[in-house]
């Protein structure tokens, strides 16, 4: 193998960075080129590359964002695209590729090896942590780092108020940032997609006042069926037209920031692990970490993360926010 390829894709997450520099850097080692595709799988029709080397990727580990830019691609989902890609690649030399993104990048991965014979071996990236073969993906950790920040500080004025808080953050389809972060920040209730959300018994719990605290949080993900925090506001206020009641969107904000060190070191592995396994000759698998170890999950499996949180931890929750 002398030449491959590394593009990042999908929404952007805090660790991208220090992964494509694991890349570079691992491929440098065994002498092998890396080109990085600029904006994802749309840069590989616009054959929009860039030689990386070792220089290139210098000081980005603590950085936000992806160097290498990234988009979510019309064009790539038709034949017409996938085969300029494919001219493309060809063309620059490219004998394997590293995809760092979520399922939309490893289900894009996929439908392109139908007519692609270049291996790809993906890197989960993504703050959602919704994809099935990893503990955490890349950037999960700094995400629910910043919300966890933000929700402390809601507290201090919740409380000083009196207030209810509903606080809706990512996740369109998976409420893990809910979850998480609702349980560090102490959250009175949490609303995700993977449960029936009660709003009734909502509404009974903050009919029954204050106990310990004089503030509550109501964490929301964002694909929850109860709607936005505008939503499940609007109905606390109708039934408890008592309460002083605030929404807060952290939206974008928990894409951003400088990458915790838990995202640091866990990019820095999968990166080095990508392209050990392209090396190895695998093809369409995602690394992922679990129980500490490198993991090796097909991208038909990675991508089918469905599975509802441990009923533990929000029978856990329930209790501890008393
Ligand atoms: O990266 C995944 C995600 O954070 C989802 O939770 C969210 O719905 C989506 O990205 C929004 O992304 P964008 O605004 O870039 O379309």
């Known amino acids: 193998m002398k030449t491959i390829a590394v593009f990042t894709s ?22 092998i080129q890396v080109k ?26 603590q950085r936000g964002g992806t160097i290498l830019k990234t988009a979510r691609s019309k064009d790539f989902m038709t034949i017409e695209g996938q085969e300029k890609a494919l001219k493309n690649l060809k063309h620059q030399g ?28 993906g890197c989960p990236g993504t703050i959602d942590n919704d994809l099935a073969g990893t ?13 966890i920040e933000a929700v402390d500080k809601l507290r201090d004025t919740a409380e000083s108020h009196n207030r209810v808080f509903v606080v809706e953050v990512m996740g369109r389809d998976a409420g893990l940032i ?17 449960t029936r959300s009660d709003i009734d018994n909502l509404i009974k719990k903050l009919a029954k006042g204050r106990k310990n605290k004089s503030s509550k949080i109501i964490m929301v993900a964002e694909g929850d069926e109860a709607g936005g925090a505008f939503k499940v506001s609007n ?9 002083d009641v605030r929404v807060s969107i952290l939206g ?10 838990m995202d640091r070191v866990n990019a820095s592995r999968m990166g080095f692990a990508a392209v050990e396994a392209l090396k190895e000759g695998n093809n369409m698998l995602m690394i992922g970490i679990v129980n500490m170890n490198i993991a090796y999950t097909p991208f038909e ?14 029978r856990m929750m329930e209790i501890l926010s008393m």
């Open 10 to 31: 999908g929404g952007d997450s805090p660790g991208m960075n220090a992964c494509i520099r694991a890349v570079v850097r691992t491929a440098a080692y065994y002498n």
């Open 36 to 61: 990085g595709i600029i904006g994802g799988y749309q840069g590989m029709i616009e054959n929009d590359f860039i030689d990386l080397d070792i220089k290139s990727v210098a000081n980005i580990i």
């Open 94 to 121: 490219i004998e394997g590729i590293v995809a760092i993104g979520g399922d939309g990048t490893f289900k894009g991965a996929l439908e392109f090896s139908k007519i692609s014979d270049i291996p790809v071996v």
């Open 135 to 147: 503990d955490f993906t890349i950037g999960y950790d700094t995400a629910i780092n910043t919300v």
């Open 178 to 194: 809910a979850l998480r972060s609702g349980i560090a920040s102490g959250a009175e209730e949490i609303f995700i997609p993977e």
């Open 235 to 243: 109905v606390i206020k109708e039934k408890l037209p008592e309460l």
């Open 252 to 261: 974008h904000i928990q894409r951003g920031g400088s990458p915790t060190c």
């Open 301 to 314: 499996k990675a991508v089918k993360h469905i599975e509802a949180p441990h009923p533990d931890l929000l």
